[in-house]
């Protein structure tokens, strides 16, 4: 990869000093401006609220954008040494245009700061869109000033320092409580508005562990800095070197490794190596991969995470929204989100299965250091990644970047016949719509226990494959775990309690033979979801009747006559009931220590659902509790504290890319 070998020469510097003057919402300031080329004239656009002069150089207005409210400049008898001088003061005028997080474009007033590009506070140069910068300012009474780069502070004035090329200079401020500890040569710090030493701790331990597992993963991490900054509005925005996230946003438990560890990895993707949009954005999608992807992978949950990603493809895009991904810039809706994160995210997947983990690795990191600080286009991306390797990008650039849709995958036939020595599978794989070069793993398990996986070379609208095993095979599956990227079908949904409560009816039936304290209990879950779901009906298990294929039935308690009739549902490979626990793969649960959910896995049938406890306080905390768990397939929590311990999403029973034989 040839680029220019020295790498800041061509680049603009801003050596700004800012005045900020919160009680009138003004500031004023002073940029140096260093210019990199030799021009006799140059343009510069700057908010029109401001009053602009300079002391070495000839300005003129030459346009006006009133709807931007931006002025546009002209510099001409540019000095010798290249530096132009510009002082300019006004006051911030807060605009009532806001992003996806209802968020004013800039602000000042006693409780933040909030400037950006957007509002061209400094001097814009569109001839320079990357620049350096080093920023000076004073730090109003009991706040906190935030730029990029490493801060440096003294009494009340703090210095960031940017020696790398930017794209844009953030000046955001707040009456925050700074927490700060240093891990190499990176300042790790967490700004919040009031007081919370455990929060803070919690951030910075998790900022620590993430910029250690990327900075080995990808390359050092590029800035002097991180900091994790709460914003009372409910933004998740990934700045060079910070994080702007909501005050809810920053308490909720799973932010530490889902929103944090991507607004970490963006200060490589998009902050690191920038976007060139002209042919897509893939910061999105190789973020949400490499972050998002890798935590539900460390946590056993990637085959759902990956399932779900395809769900929001099918539901949001597919049939109505879809676009190519050479078009997705940002997240505007569920289509775009659907484009630019989770179609992405998959070819990304698709690409490291085919490649192998090292390989991509090796490309992912001379992608880093071949783009570092400098705009890489989607295409270019692919071609790193595919540096070395049998594969040719320019086709899987147009089949998956160039083009709408998804690949729409049927298993048309399966057969197994005896032969003298063993087996002879045969399948045939369809594709509907324009056929797509797909590699298809295919799951088969024999009837000794074993289990391998085949990979489909599919390239035709109708292929068929043939296979001879020594063992019985008895049964196949087609991409079992939803790795490929491709159109789901509506029955690749595995069973969940969401299933229940979105039902018409939801039946409850409580065990008539119970305690009156356990009936009682059963009795307020019962109502506290009516209010919430507004389709329930409560009968005794002696009042039962079988009902019409709508309808949802909970079975609750453990003294329930439905039970033994039922258990036959509730029971599959990785689930079976004895009488005093339950076992689940390989763990036992007792029943006298534990609440159980569980469901019928087979989505064929009307839902089916048992939750096994008979203790009154813990049905009543499970009453407020499980709807929380709408997308899970099974539950364990401990009976009294009612604190959850597993949680699993269940695996698609029934899929129509399955056969057994
Ligand atoms: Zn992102």
């Avoid at 295919?442 to 035709?460: A, P, S």
Wanted: hydrophobic share 35%; charged share 20%; no cysteine.
């Amino acid at each position: 990869m040839l680029l220019t070998s020295v790498l800041h020469a061509g680049l603009l510097h801003h050596e700004l000093s800012v005045q900020l003057y919160s009680e009138n919402s003004s500031i004023s300031a002073e940029d140096i401006i260093t210019l990199p080329g030799n021009e006799d004239k140059l343009i510069f656009s700057l908010n029109d609220a401001f009053e602009v002069s300079s002391q070495n150089a000839e300005l003129e207005i030459i346009s006006h954008s009133a709807n931007r409210r931006i002025n546009v400049y002209q510099l001409s008898r540019l000095s010798e040494d290249r530096k132009v001088h510009l002082k300019y003061r006004g006051k911030i005028i807060e605009n009532s245009r806001s992003g996806l997080f209802g968020m004013p474009e800039r602000l000042f007033n006693e409780k933040m700061l909030y400037l950006d590009g957007r509002s061209h506070w400094y001097p814009v140069f569109p001839a320079y869109p990357n620049f350096t910068f080093n920023l000076e300012s004073n730090v109003p009474q009991g706040w906190e000033i935030i730029s990029q780069g490493k801060g440096t502070r003294s009494a009340n004035q703090i210095k960031y320092q940017m020696p790398r090329p930017q794209d844009d200079i953030y000046l955001i401020g707040a009456p925050w409580k700074r927490y700060a500890k240093s891990s190499g040569d990176v300042e790790l710090e967490v700004y919040l508005l009031n007081e919370n030493q455990a929060l803070a701790q919690r951030y910075i331990d998790a900022s620590e562990k993430y910029i250690g597992i990327y900075s080995n993963w990808v390359g050092s991490y590029p800035y002097k800095k991180f900091a994790v900054v709460e914003n009372s509005w409910q933004t998740g925005y990934g700045m060079p070197s910070f994080t702007l996230l909501g005050s809810n946003v920053i308490r909720l438990p799973f932010i530490v490794y889902t929103s944090l560890p991507h607004e970490i990895l963006h200060n490589w993707w998009g902050n690191g190596v920038f976007i060139d949009f002209t042919k897509g954005n893939w910061s999105e999608g190789l973020t949400a991969y490499m972050a998002d992807h890798f935590s539900s992978m460390q946590r056993q949950q990637d085959n759902e995470y990956r399932r779900k990603a395809l769900e929001r493809y099918a539901n949001f895009a597919a049939r109505q929204n879809d676009f190519a991904l050479k078009d997705f810039t940002s997240r505007h809706n569920e289509a775009s989100q659907a484009i630019g994160y989770s179609k992405s995210l998959m070819l990304f997947h698709m690409l490291r299965n085919r490649l192998g983990e090292e390989t991509f690795n090796k490309n992912i990191q001379s992608f880093w250091k071949d783009f570092k600080f400098h705009s890489a286009s989607f295409p270019e991306l692919i071609n790193s990644l595919l540096e070395g390797t049998e594969l040719d990008a320019n086709s899987f650039i147009s089949q998956w970047l160039n083009r709408t849709g998804a690949p729409e995958i049927m298993l048309t036939e399966s057969s197994l016949k005896k032969s003298t020595d063993g087996f002879e599978l045969s399948i045939q794989l369809e594709q509907q719509g324009d056929s797509y070069q797909l590699f298809i793993p295919m799951q088969v398990i024999f009837k000794n226990g074993n289990t391998i996986t085949e990979q489909l070379k599919l390239t035709d609208k109708s292929q068929q494959f043939n296979f001879s095993y020594e063992h019985q095979p008895v049964e196949i599956q087609i991409d079992p775990d939803f790795d490929i990227f491709r159109l789901l079908n509506p029955q690749e949904k595995p069973a969940s309690l969401g299933r229940l409560f979105g039902a018409k009816t939801q039946l409850l039936v409580y065990p008539e033979g119970s305690s009156k304290e356990e009936q009682n209990a059963w009795h307020h879950l019962a109502a506290s979801w009516n209010k919430k779901y507004d389709n329930i009906r409560l009968v005794s298990d002696s009042e039962f009747n079988p009902l019409s294929a709508d309808t949802a039935v909970w079975i609750l308690g453990w003294n329930n006559k439905l039970l033994q009739k039922h258990k036959g549902r509730l029971t599959s490979e990785s689930q079976k009931m004895h009488p005093q626990s339950v076992q689940i793969d390989k763990d036992t649960f007792q029943i006298t220590e534990h609440a159980l959910v569980l469901l019928d896995n087979d989505t064929r049938r009307s839902p089916l659902g048992f939750i096994g406890t008979s203790n009154a306080s813990t049905i009543i905390k499970l009453a407020r509790k499980l709807p929380h768990y709408n997308s899970y397939g099974r539950l364990v929590f401990e009976n009294h504290s009612a604190s959850n311990i597993v949680k699993q999403h269940l695996k698609v029973s029934n899929s129509p890319l399955k056969r057994s034989f």
